[in-house]
């Protein structure tokens, strides 16, 4: 189905990309949520591109599937020069814990918690 695009420019058309499961903390993940909620696209893979964090790498991914997405769903390509796409909501959810014991001193065992979580991203146009 192809959309005018009159209709995407009047109209705001939203998409969104989750990933689930991802094996690191949400506490880690959303410093780098903070970076980049409600920011333009251009800009925020030019900060995650910056960042050394790990998660910066899964955010990049996922915006860059959002925005497929949002190309799919408006029917217009994205330019950097024409559209203006913002970040209209991050969510970071936790997932699974999975728990493990680690050899401690005197025949104790102390418990580890690995920690995963649900990433989800939302794009709108203005």
């Not at 990049?60 to 909501?89: M, R």
């Amino acid at each position: 189905m192809i959309i005018s695009n009159n209709y995407a420019k009047k109209n705001k058309i939203m998409a969104s990309a989750t990933l689930k499961g991802v094996s690191i903390s949400p506490r880690k993940l959303r410093l780098v949520a903070d970076l980049i909620r409600y920011e333009e696209l251009k800009n925020a893979l030019n900060i995650l591109s910056n960042s050394k964090k790990k998660g910066a790498i899964i955010f990049k991914k996922l915006i860059i599937s959002s925005l497929s997405n949002w190309t799919k769903k408006s029917g217009i390509d994205y330019d950097s020069k024409n559209e203006f796409i913002y970040i209209k909501e991050i969510r970071v959810d936790q997932g699974k814990v999975l728990k493990r014991i680690q050899p401690a001193p005197q025949g104790r065992g102390h418990r580890i918690k690995k920690k995963s979580s649900h990433i989800m991203i939302c794009i709108q146009n203005k």
